[in-house]
């Protein structure tokens, strides 16, 4: 069974940092580029980040570049997001996604349930 398990969201005040992973399972791991995305209430999903099968190359949406980090230990099969300076128009569901190539073309092949992440003061 095909499971994306995300952690590490919560309540944040702005300019905090948070620590996302999401934790595969089911499939070959390493064998898939894995995506970030997060929806805000009343707005469409959008792709914050993605990271190849080995890491090598990584590609961030402009509203997060030089804040947000992705990285993944395939060993762990986890990815991981890095989310630094956080704003308060980072609140949003995050859900990890888990495409058989980095390139933007394909959707993804399996999606994580989301975590909440609330910026607020």
């Known amino acids: 069974q095909v499971q994306l398990v995300e952690s590490g969201g919560g309540l944040v005040q702005p300019g905090g940092s948070l620590r996302l992973s999401c934790a595969a399972s089911?499939?070959?791991?390493?064998?898939?580029?894995m995506r970030w995305y997060r929806q805000a209430p009343g707005k469409e999903r959008e792709l914050v980040a993605r990271?190849?099968?080995?890491?090598?190359?990584?590609n961030y949406a402009d509203s997060v570049k030089g804040r947000f980090t992705i990285s993944r230990d395939n060993a762990k099969n986890t990815v991981y997001l890095q989310m630094n300076s956080l704003k308060l128009e980072d609140t949003a569901v995050y859900y990890c996604?888990?495409?058989?190539?980095?390139?933007?073309?394909?959707?993804?092949?399996?999606w994580g349930q989301g975590t909440q992440v609330t910026v607020s003061s």
């Open positions: 990271i190849s099968i080995t890491g090598d190359s990584t």
């Open positions: 996604a888990a495409a058989l190539v980095y390139g933007l073309g394909p959707r993804p092949s399996y």
């Open positions: 089911g499939f070959t791991f390493s064998s898939y580029a």
